[in-house]
Structures are given as C-alpha cells and as structure tokens.
C-alpha cells in the first residue's frame, strides 16, 4: 500500500471526507490510556483490533503499546517486529542518560523496530486512517506523537495469468487486487527513473488508492493534470472497481463507445506507458484504465507486437473486419432479404426464399428474436455455476438452434448470420468495444427493417458523426483517421516492423521527445559479414 | 479546429456531392467531359481571383461577418439573410434529390416525407457537433470515397464496359456546343458552389492563409480532376444513352457482372452517391445554420432547429424529382445561381477593395485572436 500517506495526508482527511459535520482532529495526549481509549472509539471497537500493552524495564519503565488490525497486516512482520520489541523490553540500558519520554521514542525508532519504513504521526485520526491501511501504530506513554510502521499485507491473490485478454505469445502475468503488487509488477518492466507514480485517495467510505502512473517527459503534461484535475473532483462513497472512476472521467457521458481502455496485462499497461499515455490504477481491482485513447486502440492487442508484423498485420484486418461483422450483418441480412432481393445470386435467393416460406415472422422480428435469445445464452453463460455449463451449451445449441429450424419458426440462414455474428463479436480483443458492437447491432437492426439499406447507411452517418465528436482526454478519438497523422496510421490497420516505427504516436506522446528508437535498424544480411 | 487537410478533404467530398449524380453538361454530348474540363478552369479563375480572395482580405471573418463590416449593419444583414436563404435552398434540392432518388433506387414504398425527416435528421445531428467534427467526417469518408469509386473504374474497365471510342469524334460539332455547355452551368454548378466555404475558410487552423489557399485549389483541382475523369468514364460506357439516364453512373455499374455472384451490386453505389450527397447537403445545412447563427447571435444549436425544418418544409415545393432537375438546370444554374456564386462576390470583393481603410481598423481588433485560438485547440 501506499503508506506515503499517513504522514502528509491530514488535510484531506479531517476535511469533508468522512461527509458528516467537520470535527476538529483529536491530537494524541501525553496519557497512554486515554489514547488508547479514544483510537479505540475512533475505530469503532471490533475484534479484529489488536492491541498489545508492553512495559520496558528501563527508561523508567516506561509503558508503550502496539496497535493494528488483524488480518490487513503482514503476520510474519508483525511478529517478527513483536519479537525485536520484546527483546528490547526485556534489556536494560543503563548507559542512558535522562530516561524520559523522547529518549525511549527515539530509542524505539532508531534501534529497536524491525520494520523498513516508519512514519510519525500526532494525532488518533492519521492513526486510525493509518490503522485501517494496514499500518501498526506505537503509541508510548507520555509521547505527543505516535509511530506508524508499515506492516501491510495480508491475504491477497497471487500473480496469475490474467483471464479476460490472453494471449498465446507474451508474458503470462497479470495484475491483482492489491495496488502495490501492481506497481511492482510495472516497476518490474519499466526500470527508469522517469516512471512516476502520483497516489490519491478516492471514495469518502472505501478511501480506495488509486496510482496515476506516467513516464515523466514521454506523457504530455497537458494530460497528466487534466487526469489529476478530474481524480480530484470525484467525491463519492465507495470505489469499488476502476469502471466507477472510468464513468467520473470521460469525456462525454452518452456514448456507447469507451473512452477509456482497460486492461489487466501489465504488458499493455507499460505499451501505453511507452506511448505516453497515462495508466490510472485502482486498488481492489486488476483492471487499470488508459487514458487518452483513440477508436483504434481497441482493436490492438498486446500480442500483436509480440508476433511478426506481416501477422500481427493479417491478424488486426481480421479484428476489424470482426468488429464490422458483428455490428452489420444482421442488419444487412435483414435489408437484404426485405428490400433488395435483387442484389443476390438467383440460386442463392432461390434457397433462402424456400427456406423462408414457412417462417410466420418478418425477418426483422425474426432476427430479433435469435439475437436475443444468443444475448441471453451469453449472459447465462457468464453468470451460472461452472458446473453447469455443458448443459446450457446443449440446451442453448440444440434445443434452441436446431429444434427452432425445424419447428419452422426460425430460418436456418437466420441461425447462421446469428451465430456468425456472435462469433465474430468475440474477436475484438477490447471487451467494451466488442459490447459497442453489440449495442450499435439492435439499432441498426431496426433501422434495416424499416429503411432496408438507406436505413443503414443513416445510421452509420450517424455512427460517424457521432465518433467525430468524441474525444478522449481532450485527443479526438478518431485520431489516426481524422485528424489524420501519417505516422501514427503504421500502426493502425497495418503494423509495421517495429525498425519501422521510430517516432511514438505523434499527438499522443509529449512533442519534445519523439523518437523511441535510433535510425538505420532495418536488418541488414550482408551488413555483417554473414 | 479544422486541420488544412481536413478542409481539403472537405472540397472534394463537397464538389463530388451531388455532380457524381448527372451527366454534366450532357448538352456538349460526347464532348462533355472537355466541357467540363473548361469548366473547371474557368471555376479555377473564380475561386481564385474572386472567392479566395474575399477570405484572404479577412482570414479571420466569415461570410456574414464581411458583408456587416463592409456594407453595414443593415445591408449586411439583408444581404447575409438571403445567403442563408441561398443556402438553405440549395440544402432542401439536395435533400430533395437524395430522397427521390432512394425512392428511385432503393425503397420504392417508402413515402417520400418519412425519407426527408430521416434525412434532415442525420444532417441535423452532423452540424449540431460543429464544423470541426464535420469536417472529420469528410476526412474520414473520403479515402472510402476514393477507394470504392477506384474499383467501380476498375470493374467497369475490367469487364469491358468503357470503351474510349465513344468519344470520338472530337469536337465534331466545333467547339462551341462545349462552350456553351460549360459557361456558366458548369461554373455554377458544380464549382461555383465553393463560395460556402466562405463560412468555413475561418476556422482552418493555420498560421499562413496562403497555405488554405494552396490547398483549397489543390482540392480543388484534384476535385476537378475527379469528376472529368468520371464524366469521361460515363460516356465512355453509355455512349449517347447516358444523356437519357436518371443516374448515368449507376446505369453503366449494372452493366458489370462478375461471375454468377455479384450481378447487381447498384444498391451499393447508390449509397456511395448517397454519402457524398449528404456530405454536401450537410455543408449547405451547416453554412446556413452559421450565417444563422451569426446574424441572430444565437447558438449553433439553435440556429440549426429552425434552419432545419426550413429545409424540410422547402422540400415540398418541388412536385418530382423532374421538375427540381428541371429548375435546377434550366433556371436556377443560368440565371439566380451566378448571382450568388459570383456577381455578389464581384461586388464585395470591390466594395473591400475600396474601403480598405474599415480593413486595415479591424485587423488590429484581430491581433490577438490567432493566439488565443491556437492556446484553444493545443488540445
């Protein structure tokens, strides 16, 4: 955790943040008891507050007693630090002059706890807040002030592949629930002195840590303040997970489209660093967001500079083609089939004529009703016990695909596009942008059954005005199209060799450092001698 | 902010718009395209000498703008009010044309003011964003444009269709049917119609003026260049039958069949034509909603609600789609056209030629706002 915080914290903390009426802060007593009194009712009591009382044998036997909650807190530190304390507790100094009250806080701290980092604090409510981190306090007799020790930890999941964006060539870890993980698992790959990392506390009940990562003179700064600028006008209760903030931040609320990427590799997250793009991590949740991002972004995949460009090239058309898929072929099945037979093939209208005669409904309807029977399919398939998922599979396949054919109220060409249509949704490597698709699908739906391909195209003028309009962080989201940038498009629809791709994308990156590789690296065979 | 290639963008999708829908000057026959090649030049000397120069006098002002500060409050708004109207007029022939021509093509049961609403609509929706996210959208569209227009030439020369021999003889009947042909119908349309840019010129971002100037007449030839070769390829494949054709293009495209698979693929080039019109509809839509905008000093969005149901109810005063073909081409290109394409320009361009003195005052009030643009668009 971020424990950089208890000390240069207070005034975020006793100002509105608990939303009730501002108290003025408890500043620590000379009197252990009534301390441990007060950061007692300040926590609200409960079990799982530990509090060990200790006596040493010099400094006037002096009491002092430690504090912390159960469970948050890493076991082994605690006792490893308890026992230090204890073996401190028992000697006798004698050499000593003057015991009294600073003397054994200085004692304390310089050679007696076993702990790296340490922190003072003077009153019970950094205390607490630093208590409620996963911090031990020490609070000692007589003392104005109190020792916070870093002790976090606790039960947290270990590093693992992510489950959401795989790849078959790539480093296999992903991010956890726990922040510090994360920012170790960028600080693993990224080894530079201009990674910055700017923590803030969100949500007036979970105080959630959220880290505003950046490479110094690679982001712009322009984007780096307008994200803190929009962190720090977020006042809610609860963050739960980096959607909450994601809905905060982005440039315009009526959007089916995401503004922000989110991605649980480190891998992805540290491209973007590289690109100039500012990562905003959450605690509590393996997705970070990046920010600012274009349309394409979405429809790259960290694996795709990992494979060679010509397939990484083949690959992203494939994406593309994808997302267009998913978005239109219902709709232009439907316009087809109800206003312009005479686009296909005499044999092939023939077959889908005969396949019709007996449907009772419409084609729109009947599309309608295929693609929402597969979105429910779906969502049972993410929400049901594992369990029983080969049943839902034969009952979803089977019963609802065949037996709907042969029970003459669906087409069979209907269940194809469907189930085409899904597949092909599941291709873009973005899940939002893949869940896009899926909305735009309905509307367009609709407006090919009633407007047949003039429909269509109205909605996709739409589609396009209205991706025009979007920016994110302030960069228009159609960036690489329009404005057009020539370099940026290397990337785009095409990969090009990384050799090829010296600049960073222009726009993006901060304009005084541009280059991210040297000149002259295309491999050359007869260079060296082979 | 608009970008120069943006805007360049912009003036090849604009002038593509509706003229990719006729057979321009069909009078000159099977030397129309010379026609129209002259009438590119002679549109080149327009912008040039006249339109550009209006904008270069006053990089910073609109249209509305210049004719307030040169002709007063008063005469400037009579004047700016009937350019809207101009505008608007123009807006609702190509709102006119799209609808009637996807009942024509597409959706042969649809009533015609169904179409029309959709249509505004989608317009209506465009220039509520701005000129910035529309001229986006021209960037974005036209390398689409471009590259679906290639194949079509493609197609056509593929499966033998355009055949060159169709315009021989040249200039059999002398040069004069192409003349005539070409001044000034070709000029007004569809060239001429860049004097709309003259809302848009201002919010190029760009340091030097001279620069929009290059590339609007680099658009613009290249625009030029597009549609000659179009008109070539249209005669070329129809031969004297693409005099008679509703939509000459989309007639030499059901020509082509490949295979057994792809016979009829019309549909889709219609809707290619389509776009192009509603980039050009929208412009008009757009333009006049500015000048609107300007004059009443209301918001943008505002002013594109009551320009927008001017279109719409506009586009019920013409009975077929003959009769707005017809007025389009027999009247409005000859006589009412020009004086808004280039007589009132002349006249401008003079009036601002002569009052330099209100010139000079008003660049200093401009001093400052370049750079308080371009601290706007940094992001």
Not at chain 1, 83 to 111: F, I, W
Not at chain 1, 345 to 365: D, V
Request: aromatic share 10%.
């Amino acid at each position: 955790m971020p424990t950089d915080k208890h000390a240069g914290h207070s005034g975020k903390e006793g100002s509105p943040g608990s939303g009730q009426t501002i108290q003025a802060e408890q500043v620590l007593l000379p009197d252990l008891d009534s301390n441990l009194e007060r950061l007692h009712r300040f926590l609200g009591g409960g079990e799982d507050i530990v509090c060990r009382t200790l006596e040493h044998r010099s400094f006037n036997r002096t009491r002092y007693a430690l504090l912390y909650i159960d469970g948050i807190v890493d076991g082994v530190a605690i006792s490893t630090m308890l026992l230090g304390l204890l073996e401190d507790a028992n000697a006798s100094y004698t050499e000593t002059e003057g015991a009294g009250e600073p003397n054994l806080y200085r004692h304390l701290t310089e050679r007696s706890i076993a702990i790296g980092k340490l922190s003072d604090v003077n009153t019970i409510e950094q205390a607490g807040y630093a208590m409620l981190e996963g911090c031990s306090v020490l609070l000692v007799d007589g003392c104005l002030r109190a020792i916070v020790m870093d002790t976090t930890g606790g039960e947290t999941r270990a590093v693992e592949e992510p489950s959401s964006q795989t790849v078959i060539r790539g480093p296999k870890e992903g991010f956890t629930e726990n922040l510090r993980t994360n920012t170790s698992l960028i600080r693993r790959i990224i080894k530079s002195p201009d990674l910055r990392f700017e923590y803030k506390m969100i949500g007036r009940q979970t105080r959630t840590n959220v880290a505003v990562v950046y490479l110094e003179g690679i982001a712009e700064r322009e984007v780096i303040n307008e994200v803190h600028r929009r962190l720090d006008k977020i006042d809610i209760d609860g963050v739960l997970e980096s959607g909450y903030i994601e809905e905060f931040i982005q440039d315009r609320a009526f959007t089916p489209f995401p503004l922000l990427q989110n991605t649980e590799r480190p891998d992805a997250a540290c491209g973007a660093l590289l690109e100039g793009q500012v990562v905003i991590m959450v605690s509590g949740t393996p997705f970070s967001l990046i920010a600012p991002v274009t349309f394409a972004k979405f429809f790259q995949s960290s694996e795709d500079y990992y494979q060679r460009y010509d397939i990484a090239t083949f690959l992203r058309i494939i994406r593309m083609t994808s997302f267009f898929i998913s978005m239109l072929l219902p709709s232009l099945y439907i316009a087809i089939t109800t206003f312009h037979q005479e686009m296909l093939p005499t044999s092939l209208l023939i077959s889908l004529a005969a396949q019709r005669e007996g449907i009772p409904f419409p084609a729109l309807l009947e599309a309608f009703l295929m693609e929402i029977t597969f979105e429910i399919l779906r969502e049972a398939g993410v929400r049901m016990p594992r369990i029983i998922g080969p049943a839902i599979s034969i009952v979803g396949a089977l019963v609802l695909g065949q037996a709907a054919v042969q029970a003459g109220i669906i087409s069979a060409a209907m269940v194809i596009v469907v189930s085409f249509t899904a597949i092909a949704s599941f291709v873009i490597p973005a899940v939002n942008m893949g869940i896009a698709a899926r909305l735009i699908r309905f509307v367009l739906m609709i407006l090919a059954g009633t407007f047949g391909l003039f429909g269509i195209m109205s909605g996709l003028m739409l589609l396009l005005a209205h991706l025009c309009g979007l920016r994110s962080f302030g960069k228009p989201y159609m960036m690489p199209f329009s404005p057009f940038v020539a370099s940026n498009m290397k990337d785009v629809l095409i990969r090009v060799p990384w050799w090829a791709m010296r600049k960073r994308p222009t726009n993006i990156a901060s304009d005084s450092n541009k280059f991210r590789e040297g000149a002259g690296q295309k491999p050359r065979p007869d260079q060296e001698g082979a | 902010m608009v970008t120069l290639r943006q805007m360049a963008s912009m003036v090849i999708v604009f002038l593509m718009g509706s003229s990719s829908l006729f057979l321009l000057a069909g009078k000159a026959e099977r030397d129309a395209w010379m026609a129209v090649a002259l009438g590119v030049v002679a549109g080149f000397a327009v912008i040039s000498l006249v339109t550009l120069q209006i904008q270069r006098l006053e990089p910073s002002l609109n249209l509305m703008e210049i004719f307030k500060l040169y002709f007063g409050k008063i005469i400037g708004f009579v004047i700016g009010f009937i350019y809207v109207l101009y505008f608007m007029y123009k807006c609702t022939r190509n709102v006119r044309e799209f609808a009637d021509l996807s009942i024509m093509f597409l959706l042969s049961d649809t009533p015609l003011s169904v179409l029309m609403l959709l249509i505004c609509l989608i317009g209506c929706y465009a220039v509520m964003g701005g000129p910035a996210v529309f001229f986006r959208m021209a960037e974005v569209l036209l390398p689409i444009l471009l590259l679906i227009y290639f194949l079509i030439y493609i197609l056509l020369i593929g499966t033998g269709t355009v055949d060159l021999g169709r315009l021989l003889p040249l200039l059999e009947k002398g040069f004069k049917p192409v003349w005539d042909a070409a001044i000034p119908e070709i000029i007004s349309f569809p060239f001429g119609e860049m004097v709309l840019f003259l809302m848009f010129w201002r919010y190029v971002q760009s340091s030097n003026f001279n620069e929009v100037i290059q590339m609007t007449l680099k658009g613009y030839l290249f625009a030029g260049a597009f549609i000659t070769v179009m008109n070539v390829v249209i005669i070329a494949s129809l031969g004297p039958l693409a005099g008679w054709s509703t939509v000459p293009l989309l007639q030499a495209t059901t020509f082509v069949a490949l295979g057994d698979v792809f016979e009829r693929f019309d549909p889709f080039i219609a809707l290619l034509f389509f776009t192009a019109v509603y980039i050009k509809l929208t412009a008009y839509y757009l333009g006049a909603s500015l000048a609107l905008a300007y004059l009443l000093g209301i918001s943008l969005r505002i002013a594109a609600i009551p320009v927008g149901i001017g279109i719409y109810a506009g586009s019920f005063w013409f009975k077929s789609y003959m009769h707005q073909v017809n007025v389009g081409f027999e009247q409005n290109i000859k006589y009412q056209f020009p004086i808004f394409q280039m007589v009132i320009p002349v006249l401008l361009l003079i009036v601002m030629l002569l009052r330099s003195g209100v010139r000079s005052s008003s660049k200093q009030g401009q001093q400052s706002q370049p750079v308080s643009e371009d601290s706007h668009h940094a992001n």
